[in-house]
C-alpha cells in the first residue's frame, strides 16, 4: 500500500497545481503565478508516471533458498575430485571407478538443480545461485576425462550442456572451449554426429583455437584433432590429414616447453594423434600403420592409446595370418583393459579367443598324434573359453546386436572343430 502514498500525492500536487493555473489564467491578480505553476505541472506529470513506473515494476526474482548444509557437502565432495582426478584424470588407479562416477554424477545433478533455471517460454538458462553453479562448472571439468575414458559418455552430456551454460555466463571462455570439445567427443563416440560437429562449431568461436602464428594452443590441438575425425566422417581424406598432421606438429612443439602433467598430457594427445594416423595408414599401407601405432604406443602410457592400437595391432596380424602375434597384441589389450570396463575387457578377449581359434600348429612338433590332437582340442578349449567370457560381457552390457551374433557364429565354429562330427 505504501509504494502508491508518493504516486498519489504527486497526482494531488498536479490537480491541485493544475486548477491553479486555470484560475490564474481567469483572474488577473493571479496572474503572476500562472507561469510557475504550468512549469511545476510539466514537471510533476512526467515526474509521477516515472515513480509510479519504478514503485510498481515487478519484483525482481530472488535466488531460491537451498539448503546451505547439503551445499556444503557437496562442495567438499567437489574438492576431492578434483583432488582424485588431478592426480589419476582417467581413474586408472581405482577400483571402484563406476561407484564413483555414479556418485559424482549424482552430486553433479544436485548441483544442476541448485544452480540454475530453465524458462519455460524461451527456453533460456540462467543462473539463480552463483555459488553452487561455480561448483557444478568445477565437478564437470573436473569429471570429463574420467567418463570420456570410461565409456560414461551419455552421463557426460547430462552434466556438460548446464555447466557449458554456465561457463558462458561466467565468461570463462577456456572452460566453456574445453567442456564443447568434450561434448563433440562424446557425441561422436555416440554416432550422434550432427550435435558433434554443431559442439565444434561453439568450440571454434574461442580465440584460443585459433591463435595468431606463431603460437600455439592446447586448445587449437584438441580443436584440429576433432576437425580430424569429423572429416573423417565425412570422408574428406585429405582435410583429415591435414588436421592430425598440423595438430600432430602442435603437440610436438607445446611439449618442448612442457612439464609435469602438462608434459603427461601433450604425451597422451601426440600418441593419440599417432594413432589416428594409423587408422587412416591402414586403408593405404598396413606397414606404414602398423610403424604408426607402435610410435603413439612408445610415446605415452595413456589407457586409451594403448588399449585402441594393441586391438588395432591385434587385427592387422590376425589379417596377415601372424596369429601368434595377433594373440600376444590382444594379450597386451587385455592388460591395458583391466582398469577400463566391460567393453574393452571383451573386446580384447574376443581377439584372444579368434587368434587361437585360427592358429595352427605344427604336427612335426609333436611326438605322437594323439600329443598333437590333444593340443589342438586344448588350444581351442581355452579359445571357446575366452570367445565365451567375451559373449558374456557384451551381453551384459547391451552391445549392438549384429556383434554379438558374429561372436556366437565364432563360437559354434570353434565347438564344431573340438566336438567329433556326427553322421547324419
Not at 97 to 124: Q, V
Not at 290 to 313: F, G, H, N, P
Not at 359 to 375: G, S
Amino acid at each position: 500500500m505504501r509504494r502508491w502514498l508518493l504516486p498519489a500525492l504527486a497526482a494531488l500536487l498536479t490537480v491541485v497545481l493544475g486548477t491553479a493555473t486555470s484560475v490564474a489564467a481567469l483572474d488577473p491578480s493571479w496572474v503572476q503565478y500562472a507561469r510557475p505553476a504550468q512549469i511545476i505541472v510539466f514537471i510533476a506529470g512526467p515526474l509521477l508516471v516515472i515513480i509510479t513506473f519504478f514503485l510498481n515494476r515487478p519484483p525482481q526474482p530472488q535466488p531460491p533458498a537451498f539448503d546451505r548444509n547439503a551445499f556444503a557437502n557437496l562442495r567438499d565432495t567437489v574438492t576431492e575430485v578434483v583432488r582424485i582426478t588431478g592426480l589419476d584424470p582417467g581413474l586408472e588407479q581405482e577400483d571402484n571407478w563406476a561407484d564413483e562416477l555414479g556418485s559424482w554424477k549424482n552430486t553433479g545433478m544436485s548441483l544442476i538443480a541448485m544452480s540454475i533455471r530453465k524458462d519455460e517460454e524461451n527456453g533460456k538458462i540462467e543462473i539463480v545461485n552463483e555459488e553452487p553453479a561455480r561448483e557444478l562448472l568445477r565437478l564437470t571439468i573436473a569429471v570429463m576425462r574420467a567418463m570420456l575414458q570410461r565409456g560414461w559418455k551419455e552421463e557426460l552430456t547430462e552434466l556438460a550442456p548446464p555447466a557449458y551454460t554456465i561457463a558462458m555466463k561466467l565468461q570463462r571462455w577456456d572452460d566453456a572451449a574445453l567442456l564443447a570439445h568434450a561434448l563433440a567427443h562424446a557425441y561422436y563416440d555416440l554416432g550422434q554426429i550432427d550435435d558433434a560437429k554443431r559442439w565444434i562449431d561453439l568450440m571454434g568461436k574461442n580465440k584460443q583455437t585459433h591463435p595468431k602464428p606463431p603460437e600455439h594452443t592446447e586448445l587449437q590441438l584438441r580443436f584440429l584433432e576433432m576437425k580430424g575425425l569429423l572429416a573423417r566422417i565425412d570422408n574428406q581424406v585429405e582435410e583429415e590429414k591435414k588436421y592430425f598432421n598440423q595438430a600432430l606438429a602442435i603437440a610436438a612443439s607445446l611439449k618442448l616447453s612442457a612439464t609435469g602433467t602438462t608434459q603427461a598430457r601433450l604425451s597422451a594427445m601426440i600418441g593419440t594423434i599417432q594413432m589416428r594416423l594409423a587408422e587412416l595408414a591402414e586403408s593405404e599401407d598396413l606397414d606404414k600403420a602398423v610403424d604408426l601405432y607402435k610410435e603413439a604406443l612408445s610415446s605415452t602410457t595413456d589407457s586409451e592409446v594403448q588399449i585402441r592400437s594393441y586391438e588395432r595391432l591385434g587385427y592387422i596380424a590376425r589379417a596377415s595370418s601372424q596369429y601368434d602375434d595377433a594373440y600376444n597384441y590382444h594379450m597386451q589389450q587385455l592388460d591395458a583393459s583391466k582398469r577400463a570396463g566391460p567393453l574393452s575387457e571383451s573386446l580384447a578377449l574376443e581377439g584372444m579367443g579368434k587368434a587361437l581359434s585360427k592358429k595352427k600348429l605344427l604336427r612335426q612338433n609333436y611326438a605322437a598324434d594323439k600329443d598333437y590332437e590333444d593340443a589342438r582340442k586344448a588350444m581351442l578349449e581355452d579359445a571357446y573359453q575366452k570367445l565365451r567370457r567375451a559373449l558374456y560381457l557384451q551381453e551384459e552390457i547391451s552391445v549392438d546386436g549384429s556383434r554379438i551374433h558374429r561372436l556366437r557364429g565364432d563360437i559354434i565354429e570353434i565347438i564344431d572343430k573340438i566336438l567329433p562330427r556326427i553322421a547324419s
